[in-house]
């Protein structure tokens, strides 16, 4: 058993894959034991979280999930602690390895109510598990919202119930309620599931702890993968300003020269060998007193074809003229933003960028820019981030980090990635600004595309994890605290 951090690498597999896995699993051991080790799983983990607890509360469903909870009362009860079940569903709708645990549960002397107990240390949620089917209404929800709403912590078991552990998609979302503040803790079971780590996920598993239930060798298709640490690069002595590549920032209409300087700077502390930074506000000044490393150009003045090219950052429509020309003789190319909202309005600038495919391209959408290049809408994209951004990556022959809660960094062919570094205060103007131009510097540095765009989004949420709660994380600061791609 492990705590999954942003230093963890490890495969993540659907609700399929699971099933398959769990079949394979549970035919070559006797029967019930996958069950029974789950519910020892969570009773150890349950008397680590809270070993003074007085009474902890076991809410069941009618499925298996509610099976590992009656397993898991029976293991805590026998280790002395009182143990009050309450449950969903008929006796003889259970599953039959539910079944055998409920008996276990009532010879142990657990506690039946039909009510959760007014006062308790631990609350565990074996409510639903990977086969929510729809949204938990009546009961369900009013204990799931009562646990939410309390102050004891709360363990889920396997998912947080009522999430989609394919897609971290909420049917009905008993967290956003203000009053929502218990610590929230989730032992993921037999694999981890992309879910946990994506939309609505990571709010609602809170802490992920993972559990195989000794299965070993798992030989199905991860889904996705969480990346772990970015590998260390080393800058070798004899090197000098050209190992580490030029990028140019074309972005900065009028009124928005600052998301262009945001990038640069954060390209340029990322470690770029030269950063220029080509705006499209012909009154902007020339020089950034500040950083006076970024060398300004007019954007019809540099040749492109050896450079990194950053373009979006506050480009506005004017960018979109630009985008041709960017398109067909960029070396490497990251585009965000208005860049992204001009291709997607424009079926010509489309082709162009299919027709790099094979070149370096990422592309750094937020889940409405998402949207405009597939012609759907945030609400179908944020249903289902990683085919959404799977789906992009595919059509245009392109590495995209879907940015968002658990950014989803995707290519053409192979197994995308959730990263899990990163928090709110990202959430606050021109962070992707900074992101693009990190990116940027990674592939400036030549580190393959979708390794490049992986570390330097691990990165940046890695800079936000990391900021000192009383310093205010501002996209300026935040460019400023970038360190090199390779040191
Ligand atoms: N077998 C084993 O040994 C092992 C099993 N394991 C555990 O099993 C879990 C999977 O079990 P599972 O497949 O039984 O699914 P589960 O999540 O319990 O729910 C299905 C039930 O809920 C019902 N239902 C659905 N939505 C509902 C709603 N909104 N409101 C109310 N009811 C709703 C649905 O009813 P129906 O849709 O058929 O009407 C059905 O009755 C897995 O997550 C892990 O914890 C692992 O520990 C490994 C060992
Ligand atoms: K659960």
Redesign the pocket.
């Known amino acids: 058993m492990f705590r999954i951090t942003s230093a963890t690498a490890a495969d993540l597999f659907d609700i399929a894959a699971?099933?398959r896995i769990?079949e394979t699993?549970?035919k070559a051991l006797p029967p019930?034991?996958?069950?029974q080790?789950?519910g020892l799983a969570v009773a150890r983990f349950a008397m680590a979280v809270a070993p003074h607890a007085r009474v902890v509360w076991v809410a069941c469903?009618?499925?298996?999930?509610?099976?590992?909870g009656f397993e898991a009362a029976a293991q805590l009860q026998r280790r002395g602690f009182r143990t009050v079940a309450t449950r969903?569903?008929d006796d003889d709708?259970l599953?039959a390895?539910?079944q055998a645990s409920l008996r276990r549960a009532r010879e142990a002397g657990v506690t039946f109510a039909e009510a959760p107990p007014t006062q308790y240390e631990l609350a565990v949620d074996?409510?639903?598990?990977?086969?929510?089917?729809?949204?938990?209404?009546?009961a369900?929800l009013d204990w799931l919202r009562r646990m939410a709403e309390g102050t004891a912590p709360v363990l889920s078991?396997?998912?947080p119930?009522?999430l989609d552990?394919d897609t971290g998609a909420m049917?009905?979302n008993y967290l956003q309620a203000d009053s929502a503040q218990a610590r929230r803790i989730c032992l993921s079971?037999?694999t981890l599931k992309p879910g946990l780590f994506s939309a609505h996920g990571r709010d609602a598993a809170g802490e992920v702890w993972f559990d195989d239930?000794g299965v070993a060798g798992i030989v199905d298709s991860p889904v996705a993968r969480l990346p772990g640490l970015p590998a260390a690069t080393r800058r070798h002595h004899a090197s000098h300003k050209g190992s580490y590549g030029d990028v140019a920032v074309i972005g900065g209409a009028p009124g928005m020269a600052g998301a262009a300087l945001l990038a640069g700077s954060a390209a340029l502390n990322a470690g770029a060998g030269r950063v220029f930074v080509a705006l499209l506000d012909p009154g902007a000044p020339a020089l950034d007193q500040l950083r006076p490393e970024l060398m300004f150009r007019r954007p019809d003045t540099l040749d492109l074809s050896g450079m990194t090219v950053v373009s979006g950052c506050g480009g506005g429509a004017a960018v979109g003229e630009l985008l041709p020309h960017i398109l067909q003789t960029a070396d490497a190319l990251v585009l965000d933003a208005d860049a992204l909202n001009g291709i997607a309005a424009d079926p010509a600038l489309q082709k162009l960028l299919k027709a790099r495919s094979g070149l370096s391209t990422v592309l750094t959408p937020h889940p409405l820019e998402a949207a405009r290049l597939l012609g759907s809408n945030t609400g179908e994209v944020q249903r289902n981030r990683l085919a959404a951004a799977q789906d992009l990556a595919k059509r245009f022959g392109a590495i995209v980090a879907l940015k968002g809660s658990g950014t989803v960094i995707a290519q053409p062919d192979g197994t995308p990635v959730i990263n899990v570094t990163g928090n709110a205060r990202l959430a606050t103007a021109g962070t992707g600004d900074v992101l693009a131009g990190m990116v940027g510097a990674a592939l400036a540095a030549r580190l393959a595309p979708m390794a490049a765009t992986c570390e330097a989004v691990w990165r940046h949420g890695d800079l936000a994890d990391q900021w000192p709660e009383e310093i205010p994380l501002t996209a300026g600061a935040l460019a400023g605290g970038c360190l090199p791609v390779a040191r």
Do not use: K
């Open positions: 699971t099933r769990e699993a549970a019930h034991t996958l069950m080790r789950a469903g009618p499925g298996n999930n509610g099976g590992d969903i569903g709708r599953p390895d539910a074996a409510l639903l598990g990977i086969g929510s089917a729809r949204a938990p209404s009546g369900m078991i396997d998912t119930s009522g552990a049917a009905a079971l037999l239930l």
